[in-house]
């Protein structure tokens, strides 16, 4: 059974910085593409940032050069570490494998909720 568990969510100030974790189980990751996504209140879910499994990354336009999506093949782990943050990038985030034949191998994890205030 494949797990996302998804953390480092929480309550940031505009401007501030967040970086979420996103733990694998039941998988081995390194040979997939994986990907950040969020879901906003109203709206539908949208590709964040993605990386292979060569670590190339790319990005959405509005978060490049403010966010950076990583890989941490030997502990499974996936991290989005988000700076400058805007009160549009309020959302709930979740990491799945990237879009393609492996999106289905993992259910949608709860996410982790990514609060931003004035």
């Known amino acids: 059974h494949v797990q996302l568990v998804d953390s480092g969510g929480g309550l940031v100030q505009a401007g501030g910085s967040l970086t979420l974790s996103c733990a694998a189980s039941?998988?081995?990751?390194?040979?997939?593409?994986m990907s950040w996504y969020r879901q906003a209140p109203g709206k539908q879910r949208e590709l964040v940032a993605g990386?292979?499994?060569?670590?190339?990354?790319n990005y959405g336009g509005s978060v490049k050069d403010r966010f950076t999506i990583s890989r941490a093949d030997c502990t499974n782990t996936l991290t989005l570490q988000m700076h400058s943050l805007k009160f549009e990038n309020e959302a709930v985030y979740s990491c799945?494998?990237?879009?393609?034949?492996?999106?289905?191998?993992?259910?949608w994890g709860q996410g982790t909720q990514v609060t931003v205030s004035s």
């Open positions: 039941g998988i081995i990751v390194s040979p997939y593409s």
């Open positions: 799945n494998f990237s879009p393609g034949v492996a999106i289905g191998l993992a259910d």
């Open positions: 990386t292979t499994s060569e670590g190339r990354t």
